[in-house]
């Protein structure tokens, strides 16, 4: 048999997402020299993961990566494979029959818990359901958000925290000549909120918010930041970290933010050393039970502990942003503390030895750090570890990559979309968006793409 990735014997790769990390690593697959070919599985009819679903709709230039992933799409040796699946409709051992290597890049799907009482009552949320609603995503079309209540409550101090408060913020003005979902939109424009809580458990310095995400609080329409300025007050600790990790910059938005006069209609309050104890409400949120925390240790170490002391504030939505975590997938090994899956650099790990042919990358790979960027050297260690163990994976004559895996799909009726079959979606999502000056206007059901394809298919 010739060697593996010669035209005569091509490397066969699944990668299982096509979220950054999995378009990524398609990348550096293709700038190894090898002949590959390699074959994208995504459980959704679009491609694109967070960039499509989790990018917040004002951020529209984070979107241009995008285009990069759409030009290694048109490539003769990949193959994109959508409205799959892993590990139902197609098994793991099923993919490791019919390829040479595995790369899993399907990302962190579930937020964290605060594990406090009344965590599971009605206008409690996760983060990831509200910007997975306000984008469009399938999976949250069908969420419902009362935004009737004046007062509302974002748990934690990150990014994703930013585009929350930021959205809720907005006026329909700001934001209709977005890609936002049009359902989202309808309900923003009928919001009563006008106070946003963004609660942080440590303090000013410790603070994960982007610079360049903090700073379009200032140009708000409709809505003011407000902070108290003895809460920028900070610990030999503090400022010591607040001098080495270059987040000075940030601070410095917070104490413009203390000095501003609120005139506006909305004010977003950012405050600090707070936890959330206790959700309170007869049959949904009503209310939030908050503890004052104190910083205790060394710098680059401190803790958040509970002071004693609480109070409660009224709100009748809470959205929980402290984190991702991944989930389990039948066959993978996983680290369930870290909430990825068992790997060295990239190469699944099984009972302390990795698991030949079988890879990570990505949030699922390294938890969820970083931004859009950082998952591209992240995929090509990956593929690294992938290539030196390239004498080492099973060559079996059987492996017939795609061909094998669409017999395996038709027999169990599962219909799959070719990325020939997203062009066609995305040309009428931006078509459906230019009556009203919008990018595109998604289609948010994965039923509403298939009919669509459906009606355009020759009879």
């Known amino acids: 048999m010739s060697p593996l990735g ?106 964290r818990r605060l594990g406090i009482p009344g965590e599971n009552l009605p206008g409690s949320y996760t983060a990831t359901e509200f910007v997975g609603w306000y984008n469009g995503h399938p999976d949250y079309r069908d969420r419902q ?117 609120a005139a506006k209609k909305k004010r977003c309050i950012f405050t600090f050393l707070k936890s959330p104890r206790k959700i309170i409400g007869e049959h949904r949120v009503q209310r939030l039970l908050i503890e004052k925390n104190t910083l205790s240790g060394a710098a680059f170490a401190q803790q958040a502990r509970g002071s004693g002391e609480t109070f409660t504030l009224d709100t009748g939505i809470v959205f929980r942003s402290i984190g991702y975590h991944g989930i389990p997938m039948s066959g993978v090994p ?27 990358s990505g949030w699922i790979k390294r938890g969820p750090t970083g931004l859009i960027g950082t998952n591209k050297p992240d995929s090509v260690e990956t593929v690294s570890m992938l290539l030196e163990d390239l004498d080492k994976l099973d060559q079996g004559e059987n492996k017939r990559g795609a061909a094998a895996c669409y017999e395996i799909l038709d027999a169990r009726k599962v219909r799959y979309l070719s990325f020939e079959d997203w062009k066609v979606i995305d040309a009428a999502e931006i078509a459906r968006g230019e009556p009203m000056d919008k990018p595109r206007e998604k289609y948010t059901s994965t039923g509403e793409m298939l009919a669509l394809l459906d009606s355009v298919s020759p009879a």
């Open 334 to 360: 996983f680290d369930e503390a870290r909430g990825v899956f068992a790997n060295d650099k990239g190469r699944i790990i099984s009972n302390g030895t990795a698991a030949a042919g079988l890879y990570t």
């Open 145 to 261: 958000f009362d935004l009737s209540h004046e007062t509302a409550v974002i748990i934690g101090q990150g990014n994703v925290a930013a585009d929350v408060s930021r959205i809720l913020a907005k006026t329909v003005a700001e934001l209709q000549h977005t890609d936002i979902a049009a359902h989202a939109l309808e309900v923003l424009a009928a919001s009563n909120i006008k106070n946003i809580y963004v609660i942080g458990r440590r303090g000013p310095a410790q603070a994960k918010f982007s610079y360049k995400e903090l700073k379009e609080f200032n140009d708000l329409a409709a809505c003011d930041p407000v902070l108290d300025a003895e809460e920028l007050a900070l610990s030999p600790a503090s400022e010591i970290e607040l001098g080495d990790t270059g987040n000075k910059r940030v601070y410095d938005l917070f104490c413009g933010f203390a000095e501003r006069q």
């Open 6 to 111: 010669t035209p005569e014997n091509p490397l066969l790769v699944a990668v299982v997402g096509a979220g950054p990390s999995g378009f990524y690593a398609v990348d550096a697959l293709l700038k190894t020299g090898l002949a590959v070919d390699i074959n994208m599985f995504e459980r959704l009819a679009a491609p694109y993961g967070l960039v499509r679903s989790g990018v917040a709709p004002d951020h529209p230039k984070l979107k241009q990566a995008i285009k990069v992933y759409a030009r290694l799409a048109e490539t003769e040796q990949f193959n994109y494979i959508g409205n799959v699946t892993v590990g139902r409709d197609l098994s793991i051992d099923e993919l490791r029959a019919t390829h040479h290597a595995l790369i899993l890049t399907c990302g962190a799907e579930t937020d």
